[in-house]
């Protein structure tokens, strides 16, 4: 267990499967999804990227078993990109960390980008969109269907932050989002790059009451519709 800085030199030591959790404020939820992915894949390597977080988020990380580096500036997009600029391995999976996605299901999403080359496989929350507010609901449907007709691919879920991408695949991809525009702005890369997507249906949980959602709807949803019109 090691807290790395922000300012870490270089790319960490190449690894087989290595999970990059994005947090901010996440201690209620943090520390049992990290023991939980332990439990379910004892030899991926876990990084919690922790941006910001004001409570025990990075401690309770550690305490089960995470590496933690600390993030001190940007969003969402910021961290994601920081992390697999840092995190080498041949296969990464992206969550986050308010255990609203099930660690279940990593096994199965791994498996199938092992089987498909040049592929990022992304958890559909198609099935559970009970768990999501009015609001995000309407969004992800809005941001869905202009990805659909942006790309012609039958996409459900554009906004599911759930994903596993190979090392081929990401060593292509040029990313510049700093917020949750970082979502869609993969899927484009990834097509854009020759690619593919598969979805795989995924539950949805909704959030602990402890915790809040860091997507401010309008001012996030402006920033993802942007990306898209460009």
């Given amino acids: 267990m090691q807290v790395m800085g922000a300012d ?22 943090i520390g049992k999804m990290v023991a939980e992915i332990r439990r379910t ?15 025990n988020t990075a401690s309770a990380a550690l305490e089960n078993g995470a590496q933690v580096i600390p993030i001190n500036s940007g969003g969402k997009g910021f961290v994601i990109r920081s992390g697999l600029t840092l995190v080498r391995a041949e296969y990464v999976v992206l969550i986050d960390g308010d255990a609203t996605y099930p660690v279940s299901d990593m096994p199965r999403l791994l498996a199938l980008a092992r089987n498909h080359q040049d592929t990022m496989v992304v958890g559909s929350r198609i099935t559970s969109l009970q768990s999501m507010t009015l609001i995000r609901k309407i969004g992800n449907w809005i941001f869905t269907y202009l990805l659909k007709v942006r790309t012609g691919e039958k996409l459900t879920d554009a906004l599911s932050g ?11 991809l040029h990313l510049t989002a700093n917020g949750f525009e970082i979502e869609v702005e993969l899927i484009l890369e990834v ?19 402890t915790t809040h959602s860091k997507l401010h709807a309008f001012r996030d949803g402006w920033s993802i519709l942007l990306r898209i019109v460009r």
């Fill in 8 to 29: 870490t030199s270089g790319a960490l030591p190449s690894v087989e499967l290595a999970v990059i959790i994005a947090c901010r404020n996440e201690g209620p939820t």
């Fill in 41 to 55: 894949i004892p030899q991926i390597q876990i990084w919690v990227f922790d941006n910001l977080s004001t409570d």
């Fill in 162 to 172: 759930y994903r596993v991408l190979p090392r081929s695949l990401i060593d292509k």
């Fill in 191 to 209: 097509f854009r790059n020759g690619g593919k997507i598969i979805e795989v249906p995924v539950a949805y949980y909704a959030r602990e009451k």
